[in-house]
């Protein structure tokens, strides 16, 4: 029945479909062998590709992690064509990458570490590491042969020589901070003492101190063989009393990161044991024929066999495989098991004594496009999650909009398939396990056990349907009207309103960005490091790079001014350090003043600036000098107290808001800024996805939910998931990161899923009112819903125990998704639907204009309209089963009138049944044949068929009102109304 809206006829689209899957369910119902083994064979050969697993693999945290094409990124590129490192004058605060280090951090076990016994500790472990050595072919690798130089020896770690040189003094020896005079400089002890505790700018205490080794940046291959001795080495043996050590090297957070992958493959196995018992259990039948056991087993291996094709095609392609796909098969299962639900559900409405092929097609009449409409919104979601410049997410959303378009191609083939060959099974009564065939009804006086195990094929002799199963009984007769209620509806308002309230509170406390440390697995050594050097040297931040861009007249005294203008607007920032102040410039301005040079003047500023840089030859990095001219220059600055993601955004977003205001051309560069571009991104880029995917997920609606205004409300189920998601998780802690922007974008998917299958089912619904609308949705969707919901749940519930951050988060978030979108969908969006009775396709004027049509049936004009309209048609025909006629009392037409019209059906001369019903006057008789269950018309007489004439003055007479069956020759029950005048011969 096409749906009204306003005049406006909105199944042009969604009615093709449905019939065009009417037709292939039919045909595959025809040939169920070819759909169930074509997937398997197809899974196997592109399952090959796994075969290229290993070169595949993408997990380069820079790359992946981080904004493609990020201005950090095009600074950095900037800075190394200006500035080339140079190995024989090495200077950490220069690099332009993180660099080649290892590292330790030794912890005080007592309340100083700078003690005469502590600080022995760490000279034996800095001796111990410098003694380390690997082995490359016959080449030994020492750290003295690999180390950063400069004058010619290895960086040294100044603290040491301090501690050298003072002795068993060091504690009776005052030691400034940050800057500590030693010799003819000054040293910076900011990075290297931790935990200070100050008397004006003496130490008086100290908990921790931290180590570098920098190799040099040349031979990559040579210098990792000697880190990764250093990490089997440092930790064994140490044997420290004063002092605990945590380590790391520029190696380890990307060693950790990918590791992770062992950590994920036990509990994918976990996973599909658990979605394997949910869905026998949920699909278990007390009926030794009608059990679903394999329906079940078979649906989740359909989801297998997704993931298998689809990443075996991808890795065929070549498409990088980063770890954060490896949430997806968690994903899909979730996806494939719902989908299960949803045609099991709508297999079990189709009665059973059909031919098996056309259960399938009914099946798929009815819940395709309700598939069809989740997996275009999951798919295209993560289509256009491809717009995102972080690599990682780009390949999570290419493997799994392939999973998913695979999880539903399988589920209308394969799965469609077996149940078409377990339909078969069941029309010849066999037992699920044997497969031997059963009595419909047990021999007398037999157990329950018996009855059980060895009697089976049950089903509704009133319908010709399975059995209602408990859960369906439930949504129908207790939960549906119990939520339909005018005190209840008011109620889930009240509870709609907090749910909104948290979730906005939410939202304005959600951060920005993703903490390095969280690569790592909670317990890897990198994370300790990571927490003590969080916990004892957070107090100053990196040193950030201020480059002048081009050509600029340093001489000048008016541009030299505005730059020495934006050099104090850098200083007045509230993390900026003023007192820590690096830049070539102001030191040649030194320099010029002792030497009594002009350097106002352009000749005799580039004349003396090469003699200057020779002498100072730190400095010689800070400026490209070639040809005369000056290209680029660079001076630094300090930051202090960056200790979480909301100061780093900060911290960026005001130093190049600074920059950019400055007259002069600058830039800021450090190399954690690479990371850091995510905060300019990240928000941007998840607003742009959710606004485009929901406008997406609108139309999509639009086209096959045949109603307008119910697509809206899909839409606004999809907003009103999204807020609440992005709301708890903040209260969650989860942060807003290229890890949840991933989760986001499903959860546009799956919160179109839930709201999807109740629209649907709500606008497609016949019921007059909206309330029962709302109750039949439910009825036929509740269970399938909350079964979908319940085993994608319990597919992401394990990573829930993993020890790593983005598989944690995973599960987080798309709990929050499932259990906010089941809400909406069996709670929130009914409630709402019933406030628009337009949303039920049947404006009142529609409907009363149908109930007239119905009291105008004993009309014969109108019978035979009815019957022609059926003939077209070929539907709805109503199957009655061992001649068993008796009314739906939930359908009863005019209830609130008493029913005069008594109608006796005799059945077969063996029993009489009688009942009240508001039937029509005078309706023709008809057969019913028993092995077709096509309707005949018959005179009672003769069986001759009965015309489509009748004399109008008929229709109202109210005496005829009594039918009687006869059992004709055929074996059929002829009922007739006593009505002769209105029949003739054929």
């Not at 807020?723 to 802690?733: E, K, P, Q, R, S």
Request: glycine fraction near 6%; proline fraction near 4%; charge should be negative.
């Amino acid at each position: 029945m096409p749906v009204i809206m306003a005049g406006c006829n909105t199944d042009c689209v969604e009615k093709p479909i449905s019939i065009g899957f009417q037709k292939f369910g039919r045909f595959v119902g025809r040939h169920p062998w070819w759909f169930f083994l074509s997937p398997l064979f197809i899974s196997a050969v592109l399952g090959s590709g796994f075969y290229f697993l290993e070169d595949r693999e993408a997990n380069d945290i820079e790359e992946q992690f981080t904004p493609v094409n990020g201005p950090a990124k095009l600074d950095r590129l900037f800075v190394q064509e200006n500035f080339p490192q140079n190995d024989s004058v090495f200077s950490s605060q220069r690099l332009y990458t993180d660099g080649v280090y290892a590292s330790f951090i030794a912890v005080s076990k007592s309340p100083n570490i700078l003690t005469e016994d502590a600080l022995n500790e760490i000279l034996t472990l800095d001796k111990k590491v410098k003694e380390l050595n690997a082995s490359m072919g016959h080449d030994v690798l020492t750290y003295d042969g690999l180390c950063a130089r400069k004058y010619n020896k290895c960086m040294p770690n100044k603290i040491l020589d301090v501690v050298n040189y003072y002795g068993n003094k060091i504690e009776r020896t005052e030691l400034t901070f940050p800057f500590l005079r030693f010799g003819f400089t000054h040293i910076f002890l900011g990075y290297t003492v931790g935990g200070v505790t100050l008397n004006s700018t003496v130490i008086k205490g100290a908990k921790a101190v931290r180590l570098f080794y920098f190799l040099k940046d040349g031979n990559r291959s040579r210098t990792d063989l000697w880190l990764n001795e250093f990490l089997r080495v440092f930790p064994s043996n140490l044997n420290l009393k004063f002092v605990r050590v945590t380590h790391s090297t520029s190696l380890s957070r990307q060693v950790e990161f990918e590791a992770n992958t062992k950590d994920v493959i036990p509990l994918f196995s976990i996973t599909y044991v658990i979605a394997i018992l949910f869905s026998i259990l949920s699909c278990l039948r007390f009926d030794c024929v009608r059990n679903k056991v394999w329906v079940a087993t078979f649906g989740v291996i359909s989801a297998g066999l997704a993931v298998l094709s689809s990443f075996g095609m991808m890795l065929h392609i070549g498409v990088p495989f980063v770890m954060t796909v490896a949430n997806s098969p968690f994903l899909i299962l979730g996806i494939g098991v719902d989908d299960m639900f949803i045609l099991l559900s709508h297999w079990q409405q189709t009665d059973v004594h059909d031919k098996v092929e056309n259960r399938l097609a009914n099946t798929y009449k009815e819940a395709a496009i309700s598939i069809t409409i989740t997996t275009l919104t999951d798919v295209l979601a993560f289509y256009i999650g491809l717009m995102t410049p972080f690599r990682s997410v780009q390949s999570f959303c290419l493997y799994t909009s392939a999973a998913i378009l695979f999880c539903y191609i399988y589920s209308i083939t394969f799965f469609g398939a077996f149940l078409v060959l377990n339909g078969r099974r069941e029309n010849s009564n066999k037992h699920w396990l044997t497969c031997k065939e059963v009595p419909e009804e047990g021999p007398v006086g037999q157990s329950k056990w018996y009855n059980l195990c060895c009697v089976g094929g049950a089903y509704d002799p009133h319908t010709g349907k399975e059995e209602v199963q408990p859960m369906n009984h439930f949504f129908k007769k207790y939960y549906a009207p119990f939520l339909t209620k005018s005190g209840i509806k008011t109620l889930v308002i009240l509870l709609y309103s907090i749910y909104l309230s948290v979730s906005l509170y939410g939202c304005f406390q959600i951060q920005e960005g993703i903490d390095l440390r969280n690569l790592a697995a909670d317990d890897s050594y990198v994370v300790q490091y990571y927490n003590d050097e969080k916990a004892y040297f957070s107090e100053y931040g990196p040193n950030i790079m201020v480059i002048i861009r081009g050509e600029f007249p340093y001489w000048d005294e008016k541009n030299r001014s505005a730059l020495e203008s934006c050099v104090e607007d850098f200083k007045n920032l509230s993390f900026i350090e003023k007192d820590i102040f690096s830049s070539w410039l102001k030191s040649y301005k030194y320099y010029g003043q002792h030497t009594n040079l002009n350097l106002s003047a352009e000749p005799i500023f580039k004349n003396n600036l090469s003699l200057f840089l020779r002498f100072y030859s730190d400095f010689k990095q800070d400026v490209n000098f070639t040809n005369n001219s000056i290209h680029a220059s660079r001076f630094f600055i300090q930051t202090v107290n960056i200790s979480t993601a909301l100061d780093e955004m900060n911290m960026l977003n005001k130093l190049r808001d600074t920059a950019q205001r400055c007259p002069v051309p600058l830039l800021v560069y450090h190399p954690a800024f690479i990371y850091h571009d995510q905060y300019a991104v990240i928000v941007t880029n998840t607003i742009q996805n959710v606004a485009i995917t929901t406008a997406v997920m609108l139309v999509i609606s639009l086209l096959l939910i045949p109603n307008p205004l119910c697509s809206l409300w899909v839409t606004f189920s999809i907003a009103s998931v999204i807020l609440g998601v992005t709301g708890f998780m903040a209260l969650w802690d989860v942060n807003l990161d290229a890890i949840s922007m991933i989760i986001l974008v499903v959860c546009i998917g799956f919160s179109v899923d839930f709201s999807a299958h109740i629209s649907y089912a709500f606008v497609s619904s016949k019921k007059p009112s909206a309330n029962e609308k709302a109750v039949e949705a439910l009825y036929h969707l509740g269970y399938p819903i909350l079964q979908g919901a319940l085993s994608t749940i319990l597919g992401v519930v394990v990573l829930s125990a993993s020890k790593n951050y983005i598989f944690r988060t995973f599960f987080k978030i798309m709990f929050l998704v499932i259990f906010f979108g089941l809400f909406h969908g069996i709670m929130f969006i009914p409630v709402f639907l019933t406030f628009f009775d337009m949303c039920s396709g049947t404006p009142a004027k529609i409907r009363n204009q149908n109930e007239e049509e119905g009291q105008a049936m004993g009309n014969c004009q109108a019978k035979s309209k009815q019957k022609n309209g059926r003939e077209d048609e070929k539907k709805d025909k109503q199957i009655y089963v061992n001649h068993s006629f008796l009314p739906d009392s939930n359908n009863q037409v005019c209830q609130s009138q008493p029913c005069s019209a008594i109608w006796s059906v005799t059945l077969n001369n063996q029993h009489t049944a009688i009942d009240q019903v508001c039937l029509a006057s005078t309706i023709p008789m008809f057969t019913v044949d028993s092995e077709t269950y096509e309707v005949h018309m018959h005179t009672p007489s003769n069986n001759a068929l009965v015309t489509d004439s009748c004399h109008q003055n008929q229709a109202s007479q109210e005496d005829q009102n009594s039918i009687k069956g006869n059992n004709l020759s055929d074996g059929s029950v002829a009922v007739s109304p006593n009505c002769s005048d209105a029949v003739s011969p054929e």
